[in-house]
């Protein structure tokens, strides 16, 4: 006998599972892969890709990004997104842990403070790969390209597949964007400078590897575009061309000898190579959606392009005739708390995020991991002390997304004691930014005005008493560290080098003694001037971390040449007694 009631419950079935919201539908589904595409030293208006629908600056008058266009296309332009701080190695380790970098307690490059802070290092901090792995999803996962020297060796951290040169105790660094081997400088093949070719293989051939056969993650961090500019002969040339026809400047071009350009000389032609360089890095991101497509696991695969850090190869404009630095729109650029400094290329594509959609919700990069945590639909607890949010409200929903972070809003804390020590707190639409050294305080609207022009402090006194309060409370809270500290540590540093200086000066010297080297009195003379020298210049970067004390400058460093002639005018030589 047919059962009658079947057709109507299959009609209740398919309407109620029409009204199940596609976050339930995603979770039941297989698991998200995950890609991340970083550049270095990459500014906000350095790509072919318009990231502001209203202001045409945002967008490079040359270098082409076809493959960041594309991402465009089927993602999101996500226009308030923020690398972890203005330089590299801070924000490496953040986007890694998914905390803050005043968490992460590494907030600038060869950070003095930090070797006091965490003597035991970090191995006891979680990566984005570990916490795929502790989700037993099984998630297969890579890195390639510049890692985090200060975390180790990624195939140590969580990433089954790494490019790690062999034996190299801190993983991949900077200069293993020049060199293969650091050591014996061997230099890349002219078709792949800065290991853009082949960094770019790894990562299709990862995916060609394990697309639908299991869920990834891959990282593939490019050196470019960190100087020194690199590129392909036949990239230069190709954008050397479509340079002249465009009619740009072309004063002092010369032709660049070699198989592949390196280090160009000229303003036209560093122009032209830098062009050509991020042009070869994006050949990454067309080829990846490609392999994606060709594999069926594109619409299943989220994936995101940003920076470390604002632009490095900011442009120079006089401003009441001074000499100032923009990334596009954006006031300064790499090492600096200004817009241009952490507001960064970000775009990401994936399920939700609407194509072609313009996002202006501020992300951070150590959002990511809590995402990819969400997303995955892991149910393991986050690791202890993440401090981003998932974005997974704002891939769905777009501007009306909310993000609920640990942290009070978007931390940005610079201590630095060789540029400006700057700490600042994104929440909504305003930013706090506090001078360490002289207090001073600036408060920017920065949805309407992310030029940073009009300072909103002395009008919005309970604003900026609120935000500085909430920023002060969070460093506090993980001991961020103040500038004080930083330069106390500075000066520890110092001391204890100078110390081993001096130790590593009498044992040369009793071994002399021992030997009772003829020539005794000229081999200590010549160690001593060699101890005076390194003595001096120690001297001089601990005068220089003095004045940095009273540096008030938002975008100034201090006086090198003063510092040296001031130890100049009062050095006395050690005499080794």
């Given at each position: 006998m047919?059962?009658?009631?079947?057709?109507?419950?299959?009609?209740?079935?398919i309407i109620l599972?029409a009204?199940?919201?596609?976050?339930?539908?995603?979770?039941?589904?297989?698991?998200?892969?995950?890609?991340?595409?970083?550049?270095?030293?990459?500014?906000?208006?350095?790509t072919s890709?318009?990231?502001?629908?209203?202001?045409?600056?945002?967008?490079?008058?040359?270098?082409?990004?076809?493959?960041?266009?594309?991402?465009?296309?089927?993602?999101?332009?996500?226009?308030?997104?923020?690398?972890?701080?203005?330089?590299?190695?801070?924000?490496?380790?953040?986007?890694?842990?998914?905390?803050?970098?005043?968490?992460?307690?590494?907030?600038?490059?060869?950070?003095?403070?930090?070797?006091?802070?965490?003597?035991?290092?970090w191995d006891?901090e979680?990566?984005?790969?570990?916490?795929l792995?502790?989700?037993?999803?099984?998630?297969?996962?890579?890195?390639?390209?510049?890692?985090?020297s200060?975390?180790?060796?990624?195939?140590?951290?969580?990433?089954?597949?790494?490019?790690?040169?062999?034996?190299q105790?801190?993983?991949?660094?900077?200069?293993?964007?020049?060199?293969?081997?650091?050591?014996?400088?061997?230099?890349?093949?002219?078709?792949?400078?800065?290991?853009?070719?082949?960094?770019?293989?790894?990562?299709?051939?990862?995916?060609?590897?394990?697309?639908?056969?299991?869920?990834?993650?891959?990282?593939?961090?490019?050196?470019?575009?960190?100087?020194?500019?690199?590129c392909?002969?036949?990239?230069?040339?190709?954008?050397k061309?479509?340079?002249i026809?465009?009619?740009?400047?072309?004063?002092?071009?010369?032709?660049v000898?070699?198989d592949?350009?390196?280090?160009?000389?000229?303003?036209?032609?560093?122009?032209?190579a830098?062009?050509?360089?991020?042009?070869?890095?994006?050949?990454?991101?067309?080829?990846?959606?490609?392999?994606?497509?060709?594999?069926?696991?594109?619409d299943?695969?989220?994936?995101?392009?940003?920076?470390?850090?604002?632009?490095?190869?900011?442009?120079?404009?006089?401003?009441?005739?001074?000499?100032?630095?923009?990334?596009?729109?954006?006031?300064?650029?790499?090492r600096?708390?200004?817009?241009?400094?952490?507001?960064?290329?970000?775009?990401?594509?994936?399920?939700?995020?609407?194509?072609?959609?313009?996002?202006?919700?501020?992300?951070?990069?150590?959002?990511?991991?809590?995402?990819?945590?969400?997303?995955?639909?892991?149910?393991?607890?986050?690791?202890?002390?993440?401090?981003?949010?998932?974005?997974?409200?704002?891939?769905?929903?777009?501007?009306?997304?909310?993000?609920?972070?640990v942290?009070?809003?978007?931390?940005?804390?610079?201590?630095?004691?060789?540029?400006?020590?700057?700490?600042?707190?994104?929440?909504?639409?305003?930013?706090?930014?506090?001078h360490l050294?002289?207090?001073?305080?600036?408060?920017?609207?920065?949805?309407?005005?992310?030029?940073?022009?009009?300072?909103?402090?002395?009008?919005?006194?309970?604003?900026?008493?609120?935000?500085?309060?909430?920023?002060?409370?969070?460093?506090d809270?993980?001991?961020?560290?103040?500038?004080?500290?930083?330069?106390?540590?500075?000066?520890?540093?110092?001391?204890?080098?100078?110390?081993?200086?001096?130790?590593?000066?009498?044992?040369k010297?009793?071994?002399?003694?021992?030997?009772?080297?003829?020539?005794?009195?000229?081999?200590?003379?010549?160690?001593?001037k060699?101890?005076?020298?390194?003595?001096?210049?120690?001297?001089?970067n601990?005068?220089?971390?003095?004045?940095h004390?009273?540096?008030h400058?938002?975008?100034?460093?201090?006086?090198?040449?003063?510092?040296?002639?001031?130890?100049?005018?009062?050095?006395?030589?050690?005499?080794?007694?």
């Amino acid at each position: 006998m047919k059962n009658i009631t079947s057709a109507p419950l299959r009609l209740c079935a398919i309407i109620l599972f029409a009204l199940l919201p596609s976050a339930f539908i995603l979770s039941a589904a297989k698991p998200p892969n995950f890609v991340i595409v970083y550049a270095d030293d990459l500014g906000y208006a350095d790509t072919s890709v318009q990231m502001m629908d209203a202001d045409p600056s945002t967008k490079h008058k040359f270098i082409q990004t076809p493959g960041l266009e594309r991402l465009a296309e089927i993602g999101g332009r996500f226009t308030a997104g923020y690398s972890p701080t203005p330089t590299c190695t801070g924000s490496r380790m953040s986007i890694q842990l998914g905390k803050s970098s005043a968490a992460v307690q590494y907030r600038n490059v060869n950070d003095v403070l930090a070797k006091y802070q965490r003597p035991e290092g970090w191995d006891n901090e979680v990566t984005m790969a570990q916490m795929l792995k502790d989700a037993n999803l099984n998630y297969k996962t890579a890195f390639f390209g510049k890692g985090a020297s200060n975390l180790g060796r990624f195939e140590d951290r969580g990433y089954d597949i790494t490019d790690e040169i062999p034996g190299q105790v801190g993983g991949n660094g900077n200069e293993h964007g020049q060199y293969w081997d650091t050591k014996k400088k061997t230099p890349f093949p002219p078709d792949n400078p800065k290991r853009l070719h082949s960094l770019r293989k790894h990562s299709v051939d990862f995916i060609n590897e394990y697309a639908g056969k299991q869920p990834f993650f891959v990282m593939v961090s490019h050196y470019a575009a960190h100087i020194p500019f690199a590129c392909t002969r036949e990239a230069f040339e190709r954008n050397k061309k479509r340079w002249i026809e465009m009619g740009f400047d072309t004063d002092g071009m010369e032709d660049v000898p070699g198989d592949y350009i390196h280090k160009p000389s000229g303003n036209a032609n560093a122009d032209i190579a830098y062009a050509a360089m991020v042009e070869e890095m994006d050949m990454t991101v067309v080829d990846i959606i490609k392999a994606l497509e060709k594999k069926g696991e594109l619409d299943n695969t989220y994936i995101i392009f940003t920076s470390d850090n604002g632009g490095g190869k900011a442009e120079l404009r006089k401003v009441n005739g001074e000499n100032r630095r923009f990334n596009g729109p954006l006031q300064e650029g790499k090492r600096s708390i200004f817009e241009g400094g952490i507001r960064v290329p970000t775009l990401i594509s994936g399920p939700g995020i609407k194509p072609g959609s313009e996002v202006s919700v501020p992300i951070v990069q150590y959002d990511f991991l809590a995402t990819m945590h969400d997303l995955s639909g892991s149910k393991t607890p986050l690791p202890e002390g993440v401090d981003g949010g998932s974005l997974r409200d704002v891939f769905y929903k777009g501007n009306s997304g909310k993000v609920k972070r640990v942290s009070p809003g978007i931390l940005h804390h610079y201590p630095c004691h060789y540029h400006p020590p700057i700490s600042s707190l994104i929440i909504g639409d305003y930013k706090l930014m506090r001078h360490l050294n002289s207090g001073e305080i600036r408060l920017y609207n920065i949805k309407d005005d992310y030029r940073e022009e009009n300072n909103l402090a002395e009008s919005m006194p309970e604003k900026v008493a609120s935000m500085d309060k909430l920023r002060q409370d969070y460093v506090d809270k993980v001991d961020g560290g103040s500038a004080d500290d930083v330069r106390e540590a500075q000066f520890k540093e110092q001391d204890e080098g100078a110390e081993q200086s001096k130790r590593i000066y009498k044992n040369k010297l009793a071994a002399l003694k021992k030997q009772n080297a003829p020539d005794f009195e000229a081999q200590k003379a010549k160690l001593l001037k060699e101890l005076n020298a390194k003595l001096m210049k120690n001297e001089i970067n601990k005068e220089k971390g003095r004045r940095h004390a009273q540096l008030h400058s938002w975008r100034g460093y201090v006086d090198k040449n003063a510092a040296e002639a001031h130890v100049n005018a009062n050095w006395v030589d050690y005499t080794g007694e």
